[in-house]
């Protein structure tokens, strides 16, 4: 076995929690520095040669610096310059449905290239992503509170939320749509059933200029599907990051929209149960993956091995690469995220623990420096499993995003004090606790 792997199966599970989250939580943040562009901001996709920007990870990297500044891993003023950087990059950016633009509408093409800018890959105009990079810019206007720099943080992160046309992105109909195209227009497509996009709504909702009418949000929320799963009453959503992402950004404990209060719970409650749901689905194991107990878990979308038909675990097998996996009904092809039980420790600090080191005890394959692959699966008949190549930025944005909060609640904080950010809550029908 070579050293690193040794080093992952011996020294981190015999770390201390804090130790253990010490070198967790700084080995996905050095992603940004190592495969961002220090020029403009952008932060690459994943790891893999050419990987363009993905407008999210930029949005995370925004949210983590401030961390990294708490935590003594980068100054405050080589943290402002960078975000400001970021932002001029955002502002100055071609807005159009020509070659070349970065976005349309104040939206942001999903993809960019990593030096220009530019969208690639004909990708989509996505409104998740837009989101998500949004979000990491009014948490950096909401941290950095100084002046010079950091008073022009604020001032663009403000000018670049206003700049964002929510209306236009219904297309005439009573939700939003998921993105658009110059090639053919809006996808065909929109949000149905609960998922990642409450942000999504908050921030559209909080928009002082192209807001949102309240009534989109109740028209999402007639196509939920609240039901009983393996002992838990749950707000049913599949996969794993769907309970997580919105609440990288919003401390939903105690707050309460019309739907949850009918229900006498909240959205922090639903993951928790959610994520009871994922442990007791890989305790029962229905499929017969190898590996699957109450400390391995973790179904959700991400990168997964992609071949047709396979014999494995005594039974024929089908893998389906990169998708959406959820539980408990499926997809599910016995390809777990090693980065979700960490990212879950908000919600269950012990499962999250006990599964990171029994993860690392049993396939420290998963972790090289000090960073998850995204995705994993021991039933493929090799040689320690089939693993994902190198690293996601999304993947480890997340984990830095949701250990700061169990330690500090620093970006919730943060985020409390951002008026847009409350008044999209307010708009949305939330009452209660710190609201």
Known sequence: M???????MRVLPALSDDALLDRLQRGAFSYFSDYGNAE??????????ASPCSIAVVGFALSCYPIGVERGWMSRRDAAALTLRTLQFFWNGKQGDQAGSTGYKGFFYHFLDMRTGSRVWQCELSLIDSTLLLAGMLTAAGY??????????RDLSDAIYRRV???WAQNGGETVTQGWKPECG???YGWEGYNEAVILSVLGLGSPTHALEPATYRSWGLTYQWENLLGQDVLYSGPLFTHLFSHAWIDFRGVRDEFMREKHSDYFENSRRSIAVHREYAGRNPGGYAGYSRDFWGVTAGDGPAREGLRANGRDRRFFGYMSRGVPYGPDDGTIAPWGMLASLPFDSAAALEGTRHLLRHYPQVCTQDRFASGFNPTIPCAGGWLSEGWYGLDQGLLVMMIENYR???????????PHVRSGLRHAGFEGGWL
Not at 408 to 418: K, P, Y
């Open 40 to 49: 403009n901001g952008l932060v690459a996709d994943t790891s893999r040669a």
């Open 186 to 188: 809006f996808l065909h």
């Open 144 to 153: 950095f509170d100084g002046s010079g720099d950091e008073g022009e943080i």
């Open 408 to 418: 500090s609640g620093l970006i919730w904080n943060i985020t409390r004090g951002c």
């Open 165 to 167: 046309d929510w209306r």
């Open 2 to 8: 070579v050293a690193p792997l040794v080093d992952t």
